[in-house]
């Protein structure tokens, strides 16, 4: 069997946040493979952890995935404070006489965003709502290459990696079957608070689950590398419930037009047409401009943001939100129709983006997380649940279809829903048990009492 069928067979898609399926990312050739292993969010301890553990499965994943693209290039890149990590993986070229490289990073935020990275290692900026391949690049995360490890052998994914931080006793790293409760989880790190608050992934760009049904609905999926358990009523959540309304009023009556959230954009860094303080100046007339043309003109540039709220959660001295603004001028602009054409197909990153870094550790402060910074998860335990639910929907395109029905008996590793034509992944059972509900998003799987 070649890499992309066994890759597929196993049902891997990108384990850093996005959940592209890997199969089809990987159906090219490119000139350069990048391994992301720089965690680029705060508080997340799962690639450093799958680094230290796994530095061999993962070199050699490495190597037959540059093979197949025929790559001149592998490099894996991480923050130059990694250092038990660098070690690890340092130790396993060196024994392995691996042609990969190792790059070291700054400790800034977004050190992990794909585009960065390729610009940070190669010096290309890829085009505004462009792919790292538009510049003979191919990033994945080093979770994923753990997959494709396995993959190789002939293991689907059925387990997932995760952190789990903030409020709990101390960090810790938890190895569970998909479909896992995330209320599991947060058990499982014996948890300072009684009622809490959730962001699944980061804190800048994960998902805040405060409403406690979300919270005991809430699964893990291939795609959830954290949890970060939080008070209900701490800033990020005040932040994540904000009205647009009042975002829009407040961006009227405060903004100062300091220019601050244009200077330290990374996609502006990297030469994109992005000014998100020229959007915030013109939002009072937003309402009032009907012209297509000239909505596109004084506002297409918020196309071109890529969500990291550098503008809103660290760059804004008046504590205004230009990401959700320009998430708030997206969807205006497909309400319309308007499409907005790049400005350049070869952009230069400014000369200024070594200086204007967002570094982690005051980001971090700002995000009122401190008190969680810098302590770290150093052993993993393995949880065994007694129910799972699996999505079928764990990846970016179509969900997959379902070829268990309500009653059947599954081991683990079985498929269970086949991936969809196009861009989709297969799932398969994370337990062995029986099949007890199959609805529209998902299947449930009772485990069977060994
Ligand atoms: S940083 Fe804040 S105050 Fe300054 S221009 Fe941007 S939105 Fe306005
Ligand atoms: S969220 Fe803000 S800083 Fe990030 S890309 Fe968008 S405008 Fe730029």
């Not at 705060?42 to 995935?65: N, S």
Request: aromatic share 4%.
């Amino acid at each position: 069997m070649n890499l992309i069928e066994a890759i597929k067979g196993a049902g891997v898609v990108g384990a850093g946040g996005a959940g592209f399926p890997t199969h089809v990312k990987l159906n090219t050739k490119a000139d350069c493979l990048i391994i992301n292993a720089a965690e680029c969010e705060p508080l997340i301890e799962t690639d450093k952890y799958l680094c230290r553990t796994w530095a061999p499965q993962i070199l050699e994943a490495i190597l037959a995935v540059k093979a197949h693209l025929g790559a001149s290039r592998a490099v894996i890149a991480l923050k130059a404070k990694y250092q038990p990590e660098i070690e690890a993986l340092s130790k396993a070229i060196q024994e392995a006489s691996a042609p990969v490289e190792i790059f070291q990073m700054g400790t800034f935020y977004p050190a992990g965003d794909e585009q960065t990275m390729v610009q940070q290692v190669t010096g290309r900026s890829v085009p505004e709502r462009g792919l790292p391949l538009d510049v003979g690049c191919v990033v994945d995360n080093v979770g994923t290459m753990l997959n494709i490890h396995d993959a190789l052998k002939g293991q689907p994914v059925v387990d997932k990696y995760l952190s789990v931080v903030g409020e709990v006793k101390e960090p810790v790293m938890l190895r569970v079957p998909l479909g896992t409760p995330v209320t599991d989880c947060v058990k499982a790190a014996d948890p300072n608070l009684s009622e809490y608050g959730l962001i699944v992934g980061g804190p800048m760009m994960g998902k805040p689950l405060i409403k406690e049904e979300d919270i005991q609905g809430a699964v893990v999926t291939k795609t959830t590398g954290n949890l970060i358990v939080l008070p209900k009523d701490h800033y990020l959540f005040q932040r994540a419930v904000k009205p647009i309304a009042a975002i829009r009023h407040q961006t009227r009556s405060a903004c100062i037009q300091c220019h601050m959230c244009t200077d330290l954009c990374p996609r502006y860094l990297i030469g994109h047409k992005i000014r998100p303080h020229m959007v915030m100046r013109n939002l009072w007339r937003e309402q009032e401009l009907e012209d297509p043309q000239e909505y596109e003109r004084v506002f297409g540039e918020a196309v071109n943001c890529c969500d990291c709220g550098v503008c809103e959660m660290f760059a804004c001295p008046m504590q205004l939100s230009p990401r959700r603004v320009n998430q708030f001028i997206k969807q205006r602009i497909r309400e319309k129709g308007i499409q907005v054409p790049r400005s350049t197909p070869t952009p230069q990153a400014r000369p200024e983006i070594q200086l204007r870094r967002t570094p982690t550790g005051r980001l971090t402060t700002r995000l009122g997380l401190a008190a969680y910074y810098g302590l770290h998860a150093h052993s993993c335990q393995e949880l065994s649940p007694e129910e799972v639910f699996l999505p079928f929907s764990q990846h970016i395109g179509k969900p997959a279809q379902p070829v268990k029905k309500e009653g059947d008996t599954v081991e683990r590793g079985e498929l269970l829903a086949q991936a969809g034509e196009g861009l989709s992944a297969n799932i398969h059972a994370s337990i062995s048990g029986v099949v007890t509900e199959v609805t529209e998003k998902g299947v449930r799987i009772r485990g069977r009492k060994e």
